[in-house]
């Protein structure tokens, strides 16, 4: 689990916007919808979408974007991450927030995701 939150949820606004994208992923949602949602910026919004999108997690289509994780492992890791911020959220912030002591990690980090896509 640590090391799909390295790789893929680099703060906890992605987390969010992950959870929120979860809750049906037949529903495509605009940007300007996401940042009602959430509260938070079109800026903050975008980046949180384009790293979710690297991770292999969710997909742009037509201007909106839903929850698609590209493989069932990675399906499986996002429900068990889930389930673990449902169960013990201060822990799952802990790992997110502690994780990225070094940016040139979180970079190299973001290519080691690609095993998950296949």
């Known amino acids: 689990m640590a ?5 893929a949820i680099p703060s906890v606004w992605a987390l969010e916007a992950l959870i929120v994208l979860k809750r049906d992923p037949d529903i495509g949602w605009a940007t300007d919808d996401l ?3 959430m509260r938070a910026s079109a800026t903050l919004v975008t980046d949180c979408i384009l790293v979710l ?3 292999g997690l969710v997909i742009e289509h037509s ?3 839903r929850y698609a994780p590209a493989s069932p492992a ?3 890791l996002a429900d068990a ?3 673990a911020y449902r169960q013990r959220p201060v822990a799952v912030v802990n790992w997110i927030t502690a994780r990225r002591s070094d ?6 980090d973001s290519f080691r995701l690609g095993g998950w896509k296949a």
């Open 3 to 7: 090391a799909f939150i390295e790789a």
């Open 35 to 37: 940042v009602a949602e």
């Open 53 to 55: 999108q690297r991770a």
């Open 63 to 65: 201007g909106s974007v």
């Open 74 to 76: 990675l399906a499986g």
């Open 81 to 83: 991450l889930q389930g």
């Open 103 to 108: 940016p040139l990690k979180g970079f190299a």
